[in-house]
């Protein structure tokens, strides 16, 4: 059964708790805030303009983040789809709640009904709480948003490549295409409403999924709501809709960011309309890094080393802006140590909820998002885990330490053209050291310069083995709990 937690409403107590730091006391008591978080699939650090991207204009992002704040050094805990958005959903590791790589047409698990969502937390204080866009955290009834919290769903169950128009079947007929992929379908709620998507149909998702959100806000302006916005693009297979096709000037990519862009501005206009911008957060993140094998329609991680698929820190390292006029600080950055897993909690603790009866790994975020004079982050230590549980990495504040493992790597080759994508070398990194504030880029190996360091972070890690396991030790994890199957009497998703 679904974890119970009870309800909390706001009382005095909690405001004074609040109040008691003025930067973090709720905006508005009579009513706790609106959070709209939009997710971005596959986007580099590097490819909206509050983050370097030169080719192409993100106005409305330009404009968040000169009325908001940038996070510079916000993570996610695995650099792959599935296990990334279970850590942002859950608050938690995603190895911790038994999810690894990224779910296709064929799972059977998802996730388990015993974890409490974002969607959930929410609901704890009557929130209106809806979900439009790709979820890939199982693609049958039981694990669909509908069932996890959120009011609404309408979207992809997982990634829009997971089809039979994935370039490596495109020399097959359909036939044979079929038995590799079945045809993407497109959900409501827990209905499949298009069971063969095309090109044509994903030229619409962008828009689509923001008229929904923004339709979603309107109708809700006068209760709290959340919206969770996990963007289908900018996945390969790249698409756009018509009135953005050739708009940057520079290529399929760069007009699939500036819709996204398009995006947020509908989301921010929209939310500016009804006088909701002040008793709003609004946060901008991405799942994981670029996807480098597909070239020009891949994004980009610079300064960073490497991107998806590692834990380098191109591949786990996201652009994270926060807007909330009023409450965040306008034009500012934190360098500070924090994760899509820290959502939740902050959440929770601005809405008044409890947090789940069972241990999570995300921390709150307040002190960072609001620019308390002198805040750090409030994780000791940050465990990156890859490679179907592998602890790849561990780091502080300032400091990261890689254990020995094989990664691919573009070695210095440029990606493919037209989404076609070229093949990745295989690199295999030992007991390497990194100072991630002096050396972002991670290029010289500080080891055997600082064995003390490296003793502390390997002590850190038998921690992490101890709790959630590695594959790598061969270590199973006292605190892992069991994903979510399918059981005998449970519907199934019919696709085709």
Avoid at 79 to 85: E, Q, T, W
């Amino acid at each position: 059964m679904k974890n119970l937690i009870a309800s909390c409403f706001l009382s005095a107590c909690l405001f004074s708790s609040f109040a008691s730091n003025s930067n973090t006391a709720l905006a508005d008591e009579s009513r706790p805030p609106n959070v709209v978080v939009m997710f971005i699939d596959d986007m580099g650090y590097a490819d909206i303009g509050p983050f370097g991207a030169k080719d192409y204009k993100t106005p409305y992002l330009e404009k968040m983040a000169r009325e908001g704040r940038r996070f510079t050094d916000f993570q996610v805990t695995s650099a792959v789809c599935s296990a990334s958005r279970s850590a942002l959903v859950t608050g938690c590791y995603h190895r911790r709640i038994g999810f690894a790589g990224a779910l296709g047409p064929s799972a059977k698990h998802g996730i388990h009904e015993d974890e409490v969502t974002l969607g959930e937390i929410c609901k704890q204080k009557g929130y209106a709480t809806a979900c439009y866009g790709k979820w890939h955290l199982g693609h049958h009834p039981k694990f669909l948003p509908t069932n996890h919290g959120f009011d609404e769903y309408f979207g992809l169950p997982y990634s829009n490549d997971m089809w039979p128009y994935h370039p490596n079947v495109l020399h097959l007929d359909m036939k044979d295409r079929l038995k590799r992929w079945p045809h993407l379908p497109l959900i409501e709620g827990t209905e499949v409403i298009n069971s063969k998507m095309t090109g044509e149909d994903q030229e619409l998702l962008t828009k689509q999924y923001t008229e929904r959100a923004c339709s979603f806000i309107e109708q809700h302006k006068d209760e709290p709501f959340l919206v969770y916005l996990p963007h289908s693009m900018v996945h390969v297979p790249l698409y756009v809709s018509d009135a953005f096709k050739g708009k940057s000037g520079v290529g399929l990519f760069g007009d699939v960011v500036m819709e996204v862009d398009w995006s947020m501005g509908q989301i921010m206009e929209t939310l500016k309309k009804h006088n909701l911008s002040e008793n709003t957060l609004v946060i901008f993140t991405t799942d994981n890094g670029p996807w480098l094998s597909y070239g020009d329609h891949a994004g980009s991680a610079a300064p960073l080393r490497e991107g998806k698929g590692t834990m380098w820190e191109g591949g786990c390292r996201v652009p994270t802006v926060m807007w909330w006029p009023g409450r965040i600080p306008a034009n500012t950055s934190c360098d500070e140590l924090a994760s899509t897993m820290d959502i939740l909690p902050t959440v929770a603790k601005l809405i008044g909820t409890n947090l789940p009866d069972h241990k999570i790994d995300g921390k709150d975020i307040r002190p960072l998002m609001f620019g308390d004079k002198g805040a750090q982050s409030p994780h000791e230590y940050f465990y990156h885990y890859y490679g179907g549980g592998q602890l790849q990495a561990v780091r502080d504040r300032e400091w990261k330490l890689f254990f020995p493992h094989k990664y691919r790597t573009m070695a210095g080759k440029p990606g493919g053209t037209g989404g076609i994508p070229t093949k990745y070398s295989q690199g295999e990194t030992g007991v390497e050291l990194y100072n991630l504030k002096k050396d972002v880029s991670e290029t010289t190996d500080l080891a055997d310069k600082y064995p003390d360091i490296v003793k502390r972070l390997k002590a850190a890690a038998e921690v992490a083995r101890a709790d959630l396991g590695d594959k790598l030790t061969q270590r199973k994890g006292s605190g892992v709990r069991e994903i979510g199957r399918i059981g005998q009497g449970d519907s199934l998703l019919v696709t085709q």
